[in-house]
C-alpha cells in the first residue's frame, strides 16, 4: 500500500470510430486495478479523455461531410457513454481539443523551446500540386525508406512498423486525388529527442509495470533515437506558439492530455493539480501494447525537458484476434462493443470478466464466442454463481437467513490466504491469476457445500448445517468484495442479498473477514443465466455475415497491389432483386428480414439495414444482391445473399432503370 496519492490513466480513445472489444483490453483491466486500489485504501485518480487531433480525424470528417470538431464530440460522447455502460468509471473524461489542453500544451512548448531542447529546420515534405496543399501524416502513401513496403506518411504500417517523420515517404502520392506529390521546403520544428537517451536508459531501469513495455523501449534506446518532427502543416489541432500556419504534432498534445484532465478534475474539487504532476504522485499509465514507443520514450522525454514529474509504472496489455483471426475491421474481424453486446443485453459484467480471465494482460487474447459461452457457463454459472445462490437459498429457507454462528478459523484462514494471492497478483499486474483466485474461493465454498451436504445434515445435526452456512455465508461476503473490482454490478447485487446497507466500492479488503450480523435474508435471485447453443450459433452467424461482406466488399473493390480481373469479378453472382417482404428481428436493432424475388425464387436474406430503412420504404424496391453467398443463420433465420450498401449511411445499389428481377449485374 502506498502512503502517496496515486493517479491512473488510460491511454486516450481516438475519435473517429467506434468502441469495439480492442479498446476494452485496456480499460476494462485499468478499471479493476483502480477499484481494486480503493478496496485496499488507497487515494486514486483514475483520468482518460478522448484523442481528438490529427489528420485520420480531419480525413474521416471530410469523408462524412461534417467538421473535425463535430466528429470528435460525436465519438467522445459515445466513448463516454459506453465506458459507463461497461462499468468503466472514469474520475474526469475530457477532450484534448479543450482549451485546459490547447493551453497547457502551448506551456510545455514553449518550456521546452526555453530549455533549448527544440529546434527549427527546414525540410523537404510531400505537397500535392493539384489540392495545393502540404500532406502531413494520413494525407500521403508512398514507401518506406526503410523497408520498401508500401506506407503512410508517419508510419510504415504494412512492413516494419517504423515511424516516419515528414518528408522521409519515398514515391508520396496524394491520398486525396491520388496525384504525385512532390517535395517541397517547408519550416517545422524538432524535439531534440536523441539527446535524452542517457536519461531514458536510468528512467527505463527503474519503471514499473509490465515487462513487454519496458523491454521493448530498452531496445529502441539501444537501436539510437533520431529526432522528432512535432509540427504538422493542419488547421485541426493545437496552434504551435507563435505560429498560425502549424499545429503540434498529436503525438505531444494527446499524452498531455494526461496533465490537463488531471488539472479539470483538480478544478472541480479544489485540489491543486501539480500535486500529482509535480509531486511524488505514482502516475501508472494502462495503454495498448501498439503505442508503448509514445508512453516510455516521447513522453517521459517531453516531461522531463519541461521539468514535470515522471510516470511510475506503464502497463502494457498484448494485442486480440477474433476466431483465431488477427483482429481486423476492415476484413471484418472485430466485435463492436455496443451493437454486437450490449445492445444485445449481454451484461457487460460476463464480458468483463473474460477479457480478465482469458489470459494473461500481456498476452494475446483470443475472443470467440464459443470460448466466452464456455467460460460464462462454466466458470460465472456452474462454480460461481451456483455457489452463492445455493449458500443464500438454504439460509434464507432454512434458518431465515444469517445463523447465529461465527464462520470457523480456518475459513476466515483460506479467505485471508486468497487475499494475500490477489494482493500479489494485483502488485504484478497480473489481472487473470488474481480472477482465478477468486474463482478458487468460490470453487472451495462449493465444496464446503457438496462435502458436508447441509441438506442432509439438517435433519440429524442443525447446528452442525448452520456451521456449513454460516461459513459458506462469510465465503460470499468475501467473494463479493473481491469480485467487485471485475464485476461490480455482479457484487452489488450479491452485497443486497447479503442485506448489507453501504456501497459495496466503500468497504475495504478487511470487510472480506468481517462478520456477518444475524438476520434475516430475502430469497435470493441467480446471478447469471446461461448462454444456450442457439444463441452461440445466432452470435457467431453475426460475426461470419460480417467477415462475408467485408471480404465480398474486397472482391468488389480492385486494389492497388492486386487488380481484380474479369474472371475473379464473374464469380460474384451478382442480381437484381425487389423486395417483396420486409420485417424487424425481435431483439436486434439492426437487422431486418427481407423476402426478394430474384427471378428464379424468392429469397429470404437479413440485412443489416434497419438503422437506415423501414420496412414499408423498402418493399417494392429493387436492389442489387449477390446471390451465391454461402448460407448464415442470423438470430436463428437462414439469409440466403446480401443486399449491396454504400458508405455509413448503408446507401442501397439501386439500378436507375426499371430491370427485372434476377438480371445479372455485368
Known sequence: MSDSPRLVTCGLPYTNGSCHLGHLRTYVPADMYVRYLRHRGEEVVFICGSDNHGTPIVVSAEALGTTPAELSRRYHEHFDTTFRRMGVRFDHFGMTDGPTNHRRTQAIVSALEEKGHIYMERIQQSY???????????????????????????????????????????????????????????????????????????????LKGTANARNYAQGWVREGLRDWCITRTLEWGVRYPGRDDLVVYVWVDAPIGYISFTEEWAAEHGVDWKRYWCGDTEVTHFIGGDITYHHCIFWPALLKGAGYGLPTAVVASGMLKVDDHKFSKSRGYVVWTNEDYLDLGLPADCLRYYLLAYTSHTKELNFSWRAFADRVNNELVNTFGNFVHRSLHFAHTQFGGV?????????????????????????????????????????????????????????????????????????VRALAILIDPVMPETAGRIWGMLGLPDPIADEGLEGCTAPLAPGPLAMPTPLFSRIEEKRVTELDALLTARVAEAESRACSAPSGDAPLTIDEFSRMELVVGRVLQAEPIKKSKKLLRLVVDVGTEERQIVSGIAGHYTPGELVGTDVIVIANLAPAVLFGIESRGMILAAGDEASLLVPMRPVAPGTRVR
Open 128 to 206: 500535392c500540386p493539384k489540392c495545393q496543399r502540404f500532406l502531413p501524416d494520413r494525407y500521403v502513401m508512398g514507401l518506406c525508406p526503410h523497408c520498401g513496403a508500401e506506407a503512410r506518411g508517419d508510419e510504415c504500417d504494412q512492413g516494419c512498423g517504423k515511424h516516419l517523420e515528414p518528408g522521409e515517404i519515398r514515391a508520396p502520392v496524394c491520398t486525396v486525388c491520388s496525384t504525385p506529390a512532390e517535395l517541397r521546403e517547408q519550416e517545422h520544428y524538432f524535439f531534440r529527442l536523441s539527446t535524452f537517451a542517457p536519461f531514458l536508459v536510468e528512467h527505463l531501469e527503474h
Open 403 to 475: 445463523p447465529a454462528v461465527p464462520a470457523r478459523d480456518e475459513v476466515l484462514a483460506e479467505i485471508r490466504q486468497t487475499m494475500a494471492a490477489i494482493d500479489t497478483a494485483m502488485n504484478e499486474y497480473e489481472f487473470k491469476t488474481a480472477v482465478d483466485a477468486v474463482l478458487g474461493l468460490a470453487a472451495s465454498g462449493n465444496t464446503l457445500i457438496q462435502s458436508n451436504a447441509p441438506w442432509k445434515l439438517i435433519k440429524t445435526d442443525r447446528d452442525a448445517a448452520a456451521q456449513v452456512i454460516a461459513d459458506a455465508l462469510q465465503i
